[in-house]
């Protein structure tokens, strides 16, 4: 039984917590002092100092200390601050268990309303209560690219850009990129092989091109290999207003990627995994083709992957291509490792830091609002222990929006109710 004095002691820390979390809820100014703070601008890395935020955006960037009348304080000294990191290409908001026999809004089947992909938009789909929101947003992920990642069609549909702030919303920019594939599953998913999945690549291509400025209704004639849904969600793709995502490993696969780009050089391709990238890393410079990728990936796990090396990064990076790094759902916490371990193989360490923020953010055009620390940019902002890129460092003060984050998760309510059991015991979890 508990007795009364602990019964109060647990009431006074309910309350002493709701307190702080309350403030937080309501902060309008926050500085942030004496940190090292890499800012991914022109101002470069700034030690000893101060970050403020007012009203959601970065207020300026100081190497001193003001008065600071007004403002939350948060004691930055001997930790290193950044711009909040960007999830490159992952599924958040659209998945909680990929195999649950429930709707899995990451994946589809044959709809009417698209023939080949490209009109599915995941903007509808996204649940900003996702559990795997919070697990991601207090290790540091503030935005993220999200997409289907299945459609068994030749496009992987309409991807968004969302952020991972507390709010009713996640949704930052709809309709942001569009995804397809040039490797083995997309060729087993047009026909079996990449003589018939680069044919219909170009006629989708073309027939977007066709329907661009033109009118139609219900009673329109339409006998196109794309959907008059798809072909019109292509548009902004062959106008070059947004990229066009293609996964493709094998360096044959990748220069059919640059002579693409070669054929049709309004577009804005941007290639997913480049697993053999490093082969064909100056070409694909001189294309302006960035990539993200895993830079893990070191095993032959297909045909398509023989050459596959844990430098590919660094020689990516050191021929010109602007590459990202943040590729998983589940797992894009550890992002920040595998650009250590690229950082450990070859990549420059501000380079390794600007994959997973600068980059992205001008991946998908949101550089003027995310990405980098710098005066009216939203304050996405993560102050860490240490190192972001070493193992044994984390996030310690997640803001985003200019809202501090509660730093918790199912996760982190599993290990303290069973880290901490009371009288010996676990306890059921009661919601607050």
Avoid: C
């Avoid at 044959?110 to 080949?116: F, L, M, P, Y």
């Avoid at 068994?152 to 709809?174: C, E, N």
């Avoid at 055009?365 to 972001?388: E, R, T, Y």
């Amino acid at each position: 039984m508990i007795n009364l004095s602990k019964l109060l002691s647990l009431a006074v820390l309910a309350v002493s917590v709701a307190s702080i979390f309350n403030n937080n809820a309501i902060a309008k100014n926050i500085a942030i002092v004496d940190a090292t703070v890499h800012t991914m601008t022109e101002q470069g890395t700034l030690t000893n100092a101060t970050v403020l935020i007012s009203e959601g955006k970065i207020q300026t960037i100081l190497t001193e200390t003001p008065a600071l009348t007004g403002y939350e304080i948060i004691d930055g000294k001997g930790k290193v601050v950044t711009p909040g990191l960007i999830g490159a290409y992952t599924s958040l908001g659209l998945v909680e268990v990929s195999s649950s026999a429930g709707t899995v809004d990451s994946s589809s089947s044959d709809n009417a309303i698209s023939k080949t992909g490209a009109a599915y938009d995941v903007s509808y789909a996204l649940n900003p209560n996702s559990s795997l929101m919070a697990i991601s947003r207090i290790e540091g992920i503030t935005s993220a690219a999200t997409s289907m990642n299945r459609t068994g069609q030749l496009f992987t549909g309409q991807g968004a850009i969302i952020t991972l702030g507390q709010g009713s919303s996640a949704l930052m920019k709809k309709s942001a990129f569009v995804s397809t594939g040039v490797d083995n599953g997309a060729a087993n998913n047009s026909g079996g092989s990449r003589a018939a999945l680069w044919v219909a690549l170009e006629r989708a291509l073309d027939e977007a091109s066709y329907v661009d400025g033109k009118t139609f209704n219900p009673q329109s004639p339409w006998y196109g290999i794309s959907s008059l849904d798809d072909a019109i969600a292509l548009i902004p793709v062959i106008k070059g207003d947004i990229p066009l995502m293609i996964a493709a490993h094998r360096e044959a696969d990748l220069l059919q990627v640059i002579a693409l780009k070669k054929r049709h050089p309004k577009l804005d391709v941007v290639v997913l995994y480049a697993t053999e990238g490093w082969k064909v890393a100056e070409q694909l410079a001189q294309a302006d083709i960035a990539v993200i990728l895993n830079p893990e990936s070191n095993l032959p796990y297909e045909f398509d992957q023989l050459a596959a090396t844990m430098e590919n990064a660094g020689r990516l990076q050191k021929a010109g291509v602007i590459i990202a790094i943040g590729m998983n759902t589940h797992n894009i916490r550890l992002a920040k490792q595998h650009a250590g371990n690229a950082v450990s193989h070859g990549l420059p360490w501000d380079a390794g830091l600007a994959a997973l923020t600068i980059n992205p953010a001008k991946i998908f055009g949101i550089d003027d609002k995310v990405g980098s620390l710098s005066k009216g940019k939203q304050a996405d902002v993560v102050v860490w222990s240490g190192d972001p890129m070493e193992v044994a460092e984390g996030a310690e003060v997640v803001i985003i929006n200019g809202e501090l984050v509660e730093m918790t998760s199912r996760q982190t309510k599993l290990r303290d109710r069973y880290l901490q059991p009371s009288n010996g015991k676990s306890v059921h979890y009661t919601r607050p």
